[in-house]
């Protein structure tokens, strides 16, 4: 149903390494997210986008960047990552319709791993 | 502070039985309710959106309720199937912004076995 795709699936690297993971959208959405998830645990939202040239943080601080200089395209970077950035990275979009009922439409997801 | 609390954190059920999962929320002021599916190792899909003012929604096999009120929501799963097998996130979201702030769950996760 939802054409949101994320690459890669699943990634290991090690510690200090420079990494960005895609998120591409073919759906037209003016709003774009990344959320955290650790096994068990609830998502938790680190940056979002309302359009091209706009991102904002979320709630749970994080260390990576984002950019969204198009609007089918929301990449995230770590610049160096460590261990304790492994966890599940989710993309996911949403149409301008209006404020409440929105929709939202997931990625697979990346898998993280930092050895 | 705004919750969004569930339960069974885990539960296990035969195939073909029904089942009913338990979300109750402290966000407040409220704007609508969501039950999304997961599947191990994918993005959560979405089940429901409930408003204010509807009581129940129904998706094939799934019937959520929301008692507004009382700040509880379930989610009933009819004549479970093996591809049921997930977990289900219960999202609440606010009225505090244009965003709409979403608070998610921990999830429900549920194992059907044949």
């Known amino acids: 149903e939802a054409d949101i795709y994320q690459t890669p699936r699943y990634l290991v690297i090690g510690t200090g390494k420079k990494i960005t993971l895609e998120c591409s959208q073919t759906?037209?959405?003016?709003?774009m997210y990344w959320y955290q998830q650790d096994p068990g645990m609830e998502l938790h939202l680190i940056h979002y986008?309302?359009?091209?040239?706009?991102?904002e943080k979320g709630d749970l601080s994080s260390e990576s960047t984002v950019s969204r200089i198009r609007t089918e395209h929301f990449p995230l970077t770590l610049e160096s990552a460590r261990p304790s950035h492994t966890s599940q990275y989710l993309c996911?979009?949403?149409?301008?319709?209006?404020?409440?009922?929105?929709?939202?439409?997931f990625g697979s997801g990346t898998q993280l791993s930092v050895l | 502070k705004n919750q969004v609390e569930q339960s069974p954190q885990s539960l296990i059920i035969l195939e073909g039985k029904n089942c009913t999962l338990q979300?109750?929320?402290?966000?407040?002021?409220?704007?609508?309710l969501r039950w999304y599916k997961q599947d191990t190792g994918r993005g959560p899909v979405s089940l429901t959106i409930?408003?204010?003012?509807?009581n129940t929604k129904s998706n094939g096999r799934y019937t959520a309720t929301l008692d507004a009120d009382t700040k509880q929501s379930s989610l009933h799963i009819t004549a479970s199937q093996l591809s049921d097998s997930a977990s289900y996130i219960c999202?609440?979201?606010?009225?505090?912004?244009?965003?709409?702030?979403?608070?998610f769950g921990r999830g429900t996760q549920l194992t059907v076995w044949p």
């Open positions: 409930m408003t204010f003012s509807e």
């Open positions: 996911a979009s949403s149409p301008s319709l209006g404020v409440s009922n929105e929709k939202l439409f």
């Open positions: 759906m037209g959405h003016d709003k």
């Open positions: 986008s309302y359009g091209v040239n706009s991102t």
């Open positions: 999202v609440v979201s606010d009225r505090g912004s244009t965003l709409g702030r979403l608070y």
């Open positions: 979300c109750n929320y402290t966000v407040s002021p409220f704007s609508n």
